[in-house]
DNA sequence: GGCGAGATAGAACGATCGGTCTACTTGAGT
DNA sequence: ACTCAAGTAGACCGATCGTTCTATCTCGCC
């Protein structure tokens, strides 16, 4: 990756993260990442393939970081609450601004656009893992723990940055620890 | 209420609602309600205090809808599964485009803009009718419980309208019948 | 009939928007 | 030295944005 793109993906991560995507022009970008149209018109051949971008680089974020809980010397359980515990942490953490994907999902209704499709692929793969992850810690119904797992996830991400974060992050581990207590097995 | 206003405020909310506020310029709005710019800007003085006024309007008939749950002779615990049932009733409901308020603060993320204050409004009336309709119920800590409801609420919101919602409403209800079944007395 | 409230039609404003384009420069590789 | 890829500077385009304004009309009330 050139540094120019990577400058300006870096720019569009933080003001479209920070301020919302339709609030914040490609000048802005440009402006941040200091490169010019063309060199951005370059790269990107449109602002919606550089939101693509900028969700698709969170996402891949998220799988290594997922991958890298999955790889380490744990029980299964254990797995889960570290994919618990990535989630509470990014809750208290400064600059905090909600799930990308949520808010980019709440600016692109529209199932077409190709900024809904990329977050519709994001949540399938966290949903398929959430559920992998429940069936190897021992539940015999993964799939309604894991849309458990995933709406305490969702409902976190949404008021973690709407109120005093702590007690979001209390209420979700809380209730991940009441899915591994309270398991089918 | 003059009729101007009213389709005014109709036409918003459903083409704000259904496509985003960014997304949707004063333009349509005043073309979908058959107005003039006049008239818009004699009842609303700027974009800002129309989208307030959609917020306001949802936040009211939420609270409406409410009070006629808490009216009803009903024991404290079908209180708190009526107003669960609302929030499924909405994720089925055809044209659901998630949470009206979520999806405003995702757009509107300066905590100063007024947008973002009505939903905060909003959400702390909401946490503490919960708090209240738990406590009532006989949860002995109310707080922590509402605050799971809250987050459970917010989850189906957000995923209700990404997802197919019969599976969201069900993880839902669950999860509620599950705060009332272990609550802490 | 006169008045006031509320509405109409629609032009105009300055700013921003996403995207296109030209001319030129720089640096690395051959 | 030449070529090519990638970058620069920045002008330009048509469209849209939210807002302001003027002139006029309609309707209900007194």
Redesign the pocket.
């Known amino acids: 990756m050139?540094?120019?793109?990577a400058r300006l993906l870096k720019a569009a991560t933080e003001l479209f993260y920070t301020e919302g995507i339709?609030?914040?022009?490609?000048?802005?970008v440009i402006a941040a990442a200091?490169?010019?149209?063309?060199?951005m018109?370059?790269?990107f051949?449109?602002?919606?393939d550089l939101v693509v971008a900028y969700l698709t680089q969170a996402d891949e974020a998220i799988r290594a970081r997922t991958a890298a809980a999955r790889a380490q010397d744990a029980t299964p359980e254990d797995i889960v609450r570290a994919v618990g515990t990535h989630i509470a942490d990014d809750i208290q953490r400064r600059g905090f601004r909600g799930c990308a994907f949520l808010n980019a999902a709440a600016e692109y209704p529209d199932p077409a656009h190709p900024v809904h499709k990329a977050v519709l692929k994001h949540r399938k793969w966290f949903l398929d893992t959430v559920t992998e992850l429940l069936a190897a810690a021992g539940e015999t119904h993964p799939e309604p723990a894991a849309r458990h797992f995933v709406m305490l996830r969702d409902g976190a991400m949404a008021a973690g940055c709407l109120t005093d974060p702590k007690p979001v992050r209390d209420t979700f581990l809380a209730g991940i620890e009441g899915l591994l207590k309270y398991r089918n097995r």
């Not at 200091?34 to 060199?39: D, G, L, P």
């Not at 051949?45 to 919606?48: A, E, F, I, L, V």
């Open positions: 050139s540094e120019a793109r339709h609030a914040v022009g490609v000048d802005r200091q490169v010019t149209r063309a060199t018109y370059r790269h051949p449109s602002k919606d």
